[in-house]
């Protein structure tokens, strides 16, 4: 199926990666299916595109590039409702704030998007933790990344 996006212009979306929210996402109700775009040129941010606007695109990271020790507590009812029978088919991403000063991008561990890899099930939960900010402040750890990234390709292109 071929989509149109604002951002990445006509998309080939394999249905197979297509990321269910049967509920929406908060303020975007209406919204039910996206699919994942990693973009080489803005990693460790992964863009979360609906298909139901081309308008519609998040940016995404995982919680362990922010933080190490990112915990969150998978309830009996998210566990069901996302049928995640085996952790290994968990997977967590974090909604990025990507303001006009890049310097003071943000993330909201707060309210993890937990997906089920193996059925595409996806919810976005609320986490109860006092050390998980709705705005957590990014751009050192992404800096990080994209620095620690930049040495381990120039260690492998003198190998």
């Known amino acids: 199926m071929i989509i149109e996006t ?14 269910n929210f049967k509920e929406g996402l908060p303020g975007l109700e209406n919204l039910h299916r996206f699919i994942m775009i990693d973009d080489e040129d803005s990693e460790p941010i992964k863009w979360m595109q609906s298909i139901d606007d081309g308008n519609i695109v998040l940016p995404m990271i995982n919680p362990f590039v922010v933080l190490d020790d990112y915990e969150i507590d998978v309830n009996d009812h998210e566990v069901e409702y996302l049928g995640l029978w085996e952790m290994k088919d968990l997977y967590v991403l974090c909604v990025v704030l990507i303001p006009e000063k890049i310097e003071e991008m943000t ?3 707060a ?27 990014i751009f050192e750890a992404v800096y990080d990344y994209i620095e620690g990234s930049r040495k381990n390709v120039s260690a492998l292109a003198q190998n």
């Open 111 to 137: 309210a993890p998007v937990l997906i089920n890899i193996s059925t595409g099930d996806a919810k976005q939960v609320l986490v109860d933790r006092k050390d998980h900010a709705i705005k957590h402040p």
């Open 6 to 19: 604002l951002r990445f212009g006509a998309l080939d979306v394999n249905e197979k990666e297509i990321i």
């Open 107 to 109: 993330v909201n561990l």
